[in-house]
Each structure stands twice: as C-alpha cells, then as structure tokens.
C-alpha cells in the first residue's frame, strides 16, 4: 500500500462549489504539506502543518483553507472554486528534525482537479 | 534560501551518464543543496542531497563545487525510466524555525533520455 495517498485521484467540478480534498499517511511523519502545481511550472507550497496543532501558510493561500484532523491526516478545501484553481495538487509528508534525512518529503500520487 | 539556475531541458542517451547542473552562486554557509525529480505528473521523488563534500547514493551522485556555486547530479547509467524533470533546492538545515522543512521548487530540468 502506498505511504502516502490522496483522494479523489481525479475531480472535474464548477465555479463556486465547495471542494475537499483530502490526504492520509502511514509514514507516522509529524509534518504534512500540500502544493499545487500549473502545467509547465514548478510546485508552489499552500500550506504545511508541523503537527496537529500547527497550521501555516504557504506561498499561496489564498482561496484555500486546510485541516489537520489527526497526524494521519490533513485536507484541503477550496471554499468557493474558481477556474484559475485548475491545477494538480501533491500532498507530502517529512519527518521530524531529529531523525531522517533531513528536508527530505515524500509526495502522494497527486489529485487533477479542474474547475470549469 | 538561494536562488538556483537550471538548464532548460537537455537529452542523454540510454546507457550513458547524464550530467545535470544547477547553479546557485548566493548559497549561504548553512544552506544544502537537494535534488528531487518528478516523472510524468507523478509526486517528486527525493533522489540526493549535499553541503560541500560529494555525495553518492544508490540513485546518483552529488558534486559540488568548492566553492559551493554550482553542483552537478551525475546519473552514471541513465535509462529511459530516468526521463523526467530534475529540481535542483537550496535549502537551510537548521533544527528550528517556522521556515524549516518548506521546500521552493522551481521549473526544474527536463531530461530526455533516448533509445
């Protein structure tokens, strides 16, 4: 099973709907993030969680709202789409300063999502 | 954190060495170099990581320059499973502050390697 996965894979939806996606992980990492990513660029950062309690903003968080329900878990909801939201978006998890490699993430499969 | 310079894209062929550089002149003392890749629409891969000595791992190997400028991931063997884009991260390591663990990724370098 994989360490990190996301849901839906896919979501096709309309301007002004509410939508959540969401990101579940077994990797038992304190730290948890979600980016998106425009054809042809690069990934930008929304928001990240250090753990439960800690919730930060990214590069670009506006019109994006997160939640971090348990360790395992942490969602993002767009509150009212809007097209130019049309992106894929990673969720990724890391571990803690005191173990590990340091920095390094580890992504879920991604979620294609399109507004019309 | 230091702003990087990659190529574009470049092309390799199956079965030699790809040799991808990635500038990064205002590196700071304190700040590692990261490489991750990313195939076609998949989440980034974390391949490798360096401070200033060359590093090699089962995927790749790191060079850094001496004076930290500029570093180059070397894939010895590249095989067509290796075609995807190549980000190159400076990043600080430290054990605290509300910046630590966020990644800045770039355009990257998309390699092609061919038959």
């Known amino acids: 099973d994989a360490d990190v996965t996301q849901t839906p894979r896919n979501r096709i939806t309309k301007t002004g709907k509410r939508i959540m996606l969401e990101c579940s992980q077994t990797?038992?990492?304190?730290?948890m993030y979600w980016y998106r990513q425009d054809p042809g660029l690069g990934l930008q950062l929304i928001y990240y969680?250090?753990?439960?309690?800690?919730?930060n903003k990214g590069e670009i968080s506006d019109g994006y709202s997160v939640s971090r329900q348990a360790q395992a878990k942490f969602s993002l909801s767009l509150e009212s789409a809007i097209p130019n939201q049309t992106a894929l978006y990673f969720c990724?998890?890391?571990?803690?300063?005191?173990?590990?490699?340091?920095?390094?993430?580890?992504f879920g499969p991604g979620t294609r999502l399109t507004v019309l | 954190d230091a702003k990087t310079t990659q190529p574009t894209s470049m092309d390799c062929a199956e079965g030699r060495a790809a040799n991808l550089p990635c500038n990064h002149s205002?590196?700071?003392?304190?700040?590692?170099v990261y490489w991750y890749r990313q195939i076609h629409s998949q989440g980034p891969q974390y391949i490798i990581h360096?401070?200033?000595n060359n590093e090699t791992n089962e995927m790749a190997s790191l060079i850094i320059t001496e004076d930290r400028k500029s570093s180059t991931l070397i894939l010895p063997h590249a095989t067509l499973r290796d075609t995807a884009v190549y980000y190159c991260i400076v990043r600080v390591v430290r054990a605290g502050g509300t910046s630590y663990g966020k990644l800045t990724f770039g355009q990257g370098t998309i390699l092609t390697v061919h038959p």
């Open positions: 969680s250090f753990d439960v309690k800690d919730i």
């Open positions: 990724a998890t890391s571990d803690s300063p005191s173990s590990g490699i340091i920095n390094e993430q580890f």
């Open positions: 360096g401070l200033k």
């Open positions: 205002t590196i700071s003392g304190n700040e590692y």
């Open positions: 990797k038992g990492h304190d730290r």
